[in-house]
């Protein structure tokens, strides 16, 4: 898109607008530009480390230093996470590995011998304090509307420690509907601008995935535009938690 289409667009959702609106307009296509730049770009740096490139060569490439490149691109954790940096599900939360091992016994529950979508969804409720579970109960909906949804049964909670959780992780298979879910959840996280993957990046990845288990998402009332906005919500209300703290 060329600047003149750029300024077009902008001055089209303002027509009767002045100067300033013009300003803020161009402030907001300006941050969705970028977010939609480091996707982008995150997106093919995953598949490069994936096809064996190091972070000196994608450095290179990036015109950075590998340390640069791996500081944007990979979360740092302190050491004593026992999924080394760099390894699979290292950007994800606690609260999201433990979704993926309670998935994992949603699934087994069904009978199913690899991890769907939609169990997925359910195991979301297994993290009440995760930003998920709080978004899904905040749009007014309950655990057994989530699961009468998909037509499985919760599983009883568990609270996975850090070394168990990565254990289980190791063993846990995914449905392509599975993994669509995990890449989209990565793609939320690259687009909001956050260098760690948690629970409510799991329902946004669930959400963006085409296929039967986000239309079931959005039947009961949820879309991406509305967990975004509850996310902002949540974030605003951590941040207002840390000032007064």
Sequence with gaps: MSLDDLIAYVRSLHPDGGPLDNVADAVTVSARLDEQSDALLGHFVDQARRSGASWTQIGSHLGVS????????????????????GQMFSRFTPCARNTLVAAG????????????????????????EGLAAKIIHGAGLSDEQVCVAFELVP??????????AAAALGA????DAGEAALQG????????????????HLLLGLLGADGPDAETLM?????????ERALADEIAKIQAQRRVG
């Design 219 to 227: 039947a009961i009332g949820l879309s991406v535009e509305s967990v």
């Design 66 to 85: 590998k340390q640069a490149a791996r500081k944007r691109f990979v979360l740092r954790w302190d050491g004593s996470d026992p999924i080394p940096d």
């Design 155 to 164: 599983v009883q909670g568990q609270d996975e420690q850090d070394e168990a």
């Design 105 to 128: 016994r949603v699934a087994e529950r069904a009978g199913a011998q690899v991890i769907d979508a939609a169990h997925l969804a359910v195991a979301l409720l297994n993290e009440p």
């Design 172 to 175: 846990l298979r995914f449905t």
């Design 185 to 200: 959840s990565v793609k939320a996280a690259l687009r909001l601008g956050h260098h760690y993957i948690g629970t409510e």
